[in-house]
Nanobody, 118 residues
Framework: EEKLTESGGGLVQPGGSLRLSCATS????????MNWVRQAPGKRLEWVAT??????????HYKDSVKGRFTISRDDATSTLYLELNSLNTNDTAMYYC?????????RGQGTQVTVSS
């Protein structure tokens, strides 16, 4: 059974930082693209970042609004995906999910809530 479990969210002030983690099991992590997506209340699911597997060059892609502020990474030895969030602003408030494979259709976890507020 494939399992993805996000953690690390919380309440942070504007300008603050968080590090999200996604522990996975039940599939061969190092052969799959992995993504972070988010969904704010009343809004559609939104792609945030993708990291490809090493056999695809480990290339990384970001949504324009998070470039330079967010960093996606993966640890294939522990099958864990990370997202470092810096310079957070209120527009980053959302439930964050990690997704295996295609960002809009792949399996994902239950999410971790990030709330940016003063």
């Amino acid at each position: 059974e494939e399992k993805l479990t996000e953690s690390g969210g919380g309440l942070v002030q504007p300008g603050g930082s968080l590090r999200l983690s996604c522990a996975t099991s039940g599939f061969t992590f190092n052969t799959h693209a992995m993504n972070w997506v988010r969904q704010a209340p009343g809004k559609r699911l939104e792609w945030v970042a993708t990291i490809n597997p090493s056999n695809a060059g480990s290339t990384i892609h970001y949504k324009d609004s998070v470039k330079g502020r967010f960093t996606i990474s993966r640890d294939d030895a522990t099958s864990t995906l990370y997202l470092e969030l810096n310079s957070l602003n209120t527009n980053d408030t959302a439930m964050y999910y990690c997704v295996k494979g295609h960002w809009s259709s792949g399996p994902r976890g239950q999410g971790t809530q990030v709330t940016v507020s003063s």
